[in-house]
């Protein structure tokens, strides 16, 4: 069992989450209730990550900011801050691949509001931020949890883009996903299992629970 | 602009009350404008998809028009010549939507306390609890989401969070297509109560004309987006403007004339005389019956016109048991205020308590009258019957022909 | 306030008893989480990265844990295809040490400027047949039964590294084309990312043999379920095992790298398979 990796799949996971929150709530929103030309290009862009192979992404990651490119050397040397083969850069993947998981559950979510219950609202004195708290998120709260639980089990098991961007170096980049890989090729068939049922117990209970939570939400409507 | 649209304006714009006006093309064409004084009901009427929902929709602030102006109790709230336009959070208006807009997630007491953000928390709950009160809400259904709650009261609760804001305006919207009859009846008398002690327009919009002529001070005809007429009802359908408007509030009886100008010996008379339909008929309008009717001084003699009669009107009688005196002919209807005519049954449907009657003039080849038989006017009558109309000269109401919208009535 | 006649249905913000005790566990649960991970966060971060061909996975572990025992500095230690890693360290991976199982990666990086110096050889390492307990194959190392398999269809599927960036793999190609069995042996091949991919392929059962290091067969994990047998190494260049430090490399790394040249580190080696070159040539 390796704590390291567990550890840092959940940091990574966790991250990942705090970053695309408020991120994925303003585009979802934005596309949601935006009438606008471009859009459709927009929504295809959100939903690319998840139809792109993860090889492809890491390759243009890998390509367009990693260590041999003008963007990573600028960063490298004004910043400091290396994209490639860092946590950094795990989560900056991590950020764009998890994109349509964060985005479309919540942005099917504010499109179910009727426009009237926001037009009632403005109506009954409500700002745009007052509107934003008492109607629009408790509304679109199953949906919000459902994407904040697709994110973080989603990333807990991300492998190519992180093998490619990462590598695998333990303590760094080698998420639980990636230990399992390697201790399957170091011939430790225990430790592979002990992680590999870890992983699969906590999906599972994330996904459960999200799904309970979201009925009994909508039960409660 | 009509005078007496500009008379009925003006005299709301003494009050402190709703004048609108609008002037757009896209993305829906409206014009027009209408105005209410405080604590009186302006009904706007009209078919669906007239641009009533639209124009109500700008005077709340929800959307905003390519030129327009309303002004509510003397505030500007939009006026797109100085580029002044409050969002409907400013507007302090009190809107109930059709289909209520309630929030599903909270219980009908935080539905009204949104509009009570302003206040602290305890007295937010204690206002809502009142407001609630006032529209007869039960207590125990207080901590009740919408969902179990019925039509009626969704809507008492809708009310209830428009009236909590103490709006400076009150919009209806259809307030009750969606509601049964038991629930309407309370929901009139509601109404009647907050006209009585709210000292602020209030502005019901619908298709539904009986309840508009019911409930409303004034009303306001729309149709493809433009005011087509404003006044009190009866005066809007005892002299519509126009066939248009003379179709949508319901007049069924609308012919052609000739305007041959005032009665000599009747002052305030003049001559109307009643042409066919189509090319149907004699073509020799001395064939055809003069009527003694109102002159209102407006139409040039000579013209052609339209004229309507209102149900009202119209009286059935039992055929004469000789040869009516008011058989048609010139000179035949003299200066009585009625005339007689007799008339034989074409169809008479039965509709539970009304009957529909289609009645065809013997003497008016191709011309018949449509009538709406209820209460003590109805009588059993049967297609085939034979029977005497008596027509009140008063009634009739003469527009000129080459009026926009004086289309040929409909076969 | 709880009012007569309420609907027993909370409103929005207030709680139910039965939430508020689910939030307190929750809380719980994730202060002991944190607690149990806390211990392996706060542990000694590694003062050095060390990139290391797979082949040497076994040894080099044995080699880091007793450089540690002895009072050296902690490694982190980073396994994979020598090809890979040198790709890698070019994209700027942040390694100090590299071990690769080909001197030419090293010779390449110390063209690009990436080594400090061209390096030293370290070992000598052999390639072999590994037969997973139950095959068909007989671990013969001259591969003649692996012929006989090729033709009697005993052999369905074999095993070597890839040959496109894993010396063992390129070496195993050349032995096979030494043997004249790479062709006929082409539809029944399986590629490993690396030596030990292969290897753990090798043994995964739907695979009836491959080629791999010796030093990975003699892996007690791994001996315990194979037969192992050296091919001829004339029948392959030989895989000269180069290491270098690479630029801003820290003291640990230096270390390390200067650990590796004494005795017991050689005998670690010469343990696993490797051969080692007397004297430790530096070229």
């Known amino acids: 069992m390796d704590w390291t990796a567990l550890v840092l799949s959940l940091k990574l996971a966790a991250a990942t989450l705090v970053v695309l929150l408020p991120i994925g709530l303003a585009l979802a ?128 098991g991300e492998f190519g883009v992180v093998l490619m961007v990462g590598g695998s170096i333990p303590g760094q980049t080698q998420t639980i996903a990636i230990a399992i890989y390697d201790r399957v090729q170091a011939f430790d068939f225990a430790s592979a299992d002990r992680m590999a049922l870890l992983l ?5 209970t994330a996904v459960a629970a999200s799904f309970l939570a979201s009925a009994r939400l909508v039960r409660r409507r | 602009m009509k005078a007496d649209d500009v008379a009925a304006r003006g005299a709301a714009a003494d009050a402190p009350g709703l004048q609108v006006e609008v002037e ?101 709950r204690s206002r ?105 009802p009866e005066a809007i359908h005892r002299a519509p403007r126009n066939a248009r408007v003379a179709d949508l509030v319901g007049l069924q009886n609308r012919f052609r004339g000739r305007w041959e100008g005032p009665a000599a010996g009747a002052p305030g008379r003049g001559w109307l005389r009643w042409l066919p339909d189509g090319a149907a008929g004699h073509p020799d309008p001395a064939a055809w019956p003069r009527l003694a009717v109102l002159d209102k001084g407006r139409i040039v003699p000579g013209s052609p016109v339209t004229w309507v009669l209102p149900g009202d009107a119209v009286r059935l009688l039992d055929a004469a048991a000789s040869a009516s005196p008011a058989a048609p002919g010139p000179g035949a209807t003299g200066h009585a205020d009625t005339v007689r005519l007799p008339a034989r049954v074409a169809e008479a449907r039965h509709l539970g308590e009304i009957t529909l009657a289609t009645l065809d003039l013997p003497g008016l080849p191709g011309t018949s009258l449509r009538l709406t038989l209820a209460g003590p006017r109805r009588r ?14 008063d009634g009739v109401h003469v527009m000129p022909a080459r009026e926009p919208g004086n289309l040929p009535p409909a076969a | 306030m709880i009012e007569r006649g309420r609907a027993p249905v909370a409103s929005s913000g207030e709680l139910l008893p039965r939430s508020a005790a689910r939030r307190r566990l929750l809380r719980q649960a994730l202060a002991t989480a944190a607690a149990v991970a806390a211990p392996g966060l706060r542990a000694q971060t590694p003062a050095a990265t060390v990139a290391a061909a797979s082949d040497l996975k076994f040894a080099l572990e044995e080699i880091a844990a007793d450089f540690e025992r002895a009072g050296g500095a902690r490694l982190r230690l980073v396994f994979g295809s020598s090809g890979n890693l040198s790709s890698q360290i070019l994209q700027g991976a942040p390694f100090h040490l590299f071990l690769s199982a080909d001197e030419a990666f090293v010779f390449r990086l110390a ?88 290897a753990q392929f090798a043994t995964a059962g739907a695979v009836q043999g491959g080629l791999v290091a010796h030093s990975i067969a003699l892996a007690p994990a791994v001996a315990r379920q194979v037969r192992f047998d050296l091919v001829p190494a004339h029948w392959h260049r030989p895989l000269r095992q180069r290491m270098a430090l690479l630029r801003g490399a820290p003291a640990a790394a230096r270390d390390f790298h200067d650990h590796l040249a004494t005795p017991s580190a050689q005998a670690a080696l010469a343990r696993h398979g490797f051969e080692i070159p007397h004297p430790p040539a530096r070229e």
Request: charged share 15%.
């Open chain 2, 380 to 393: 059993r009558i049967a297609a085939g019957d034979r029977l005497d109309v008596e027509l009140d000269l």
């Open chain 3, 111 to 198: 063209d690009a400027g990436r080594t400090v110096d061209r390096g030293r050889l370290y070992a000598v390492g052999r390639i072999g047949l590994l037969v997973p307990q139950g095959s068909p194959l007989r671990p013969d190392g001259t591969l003649q039964d692996l012929r006989a398999a090729i033709a009697d269809g005993r052999l369905r599927r074999f095993a070597i590294a890839n040959p496109a960036h894993a010396p063992y793999g390129m070496r195993a190609r050349e032995a096979l084309q030494h043997a004249g069995l790479w062709d006929a042996l082409q539809p029944h091949l399986v590629l490993g990312e690396n030596v030990s991919q292969a």
């Open chain 2, 128 to 232: 809502a609890r009142h407001w609630l009160e006032h529209v007869q809400l039960a207590p125990e259904l207080h901590a009740r989401r919408p969902a179990v709650l019925s039509g009626g009261q969704q809507q008492r609760v809708a009310v209830a969070r428009a009236l909590a804001r103490e709006p400076a305006l009150l919009l209806l919207d259809e307030p009750f297509s969606a509601v049964d009859q038991m629930s309407r009846q309370g929901l009139y008398r509601l109404l009647a109560d907050l006209r009585r002690e709210l000292a602020v327009p209030i502005v019901l919009v619908t298709h539904d004309l009986a309840e508009a002529r019911l409930l409303a001070d004034r009303m306001a005809v729309i149709d493809a987006g433009r005011v087509l007429q404003q006044g009190s």
């Open chain 2, 24 to 124: 757009q093309r896209l993305p829906m064409p409206l014009a027009g404008g209408f105005g209410c004084a405080a604590g009186e009901l302006l009904a706007l009427v009209g078919p669906s998809g007239a641009g009533k929902t639209s124009m109500m929709r700008v005077v709340a602030g929800l959307t905003r028009p390519q030129s327009g102006r309303v002004v509510v109790g003397g505030r500007v709230w939009l006026d797109t010549a100085t580029g002044v336009c409050l969002p409907p959070q400013a507007r302090h208006v009190g809107l109930v939507f059709q289909h209520y807009a309630l929030m599903p997630h909270l219980s009908a007491l935080d539905n009204v306390a949104l509009a009570l953000l302003e206040l602290p928390r305890a007295e937010r």
């Open chain 1, 200 to 204: 699969l117990v906590l999906s599972l």
């Open chain 1, 29 to 156: 929103r934005w596309l949601a209730w935006g009438r606008f030309a471009g859009k459709a290009w927009i929504e295809a862009a959100v939903v690319l990550p998840l139809v792109l192979p993860p090889t492809v992404l890491g390759y243009y990651l890998l390509v367009g900011v990693g260590g041999g490119s003008p963007i990573g050397r600028w960063l490298h040397e004004t910043l400091g801050v290396q994209l490639t083969f860092s946590f950094s850069g795990l989560l900056l993947a991590s950020i764009v691949f998890n994109l349509p998981f964060m985005v479309q559950p919540v942005q099917r979510a504010f499109e179910a509001i009727p426009r009237e219950l926001t037009e009632a609202a403005a109506v009954s004195g409500l700002g745009f931020w007052q509107t934003l708290a008492r109607v629009e998120l408790p509304l679109a709260w199953p949906g919000i949890l459902s994407a904040m639980v697709l994110t973080f089990v989603h990333t807990m």
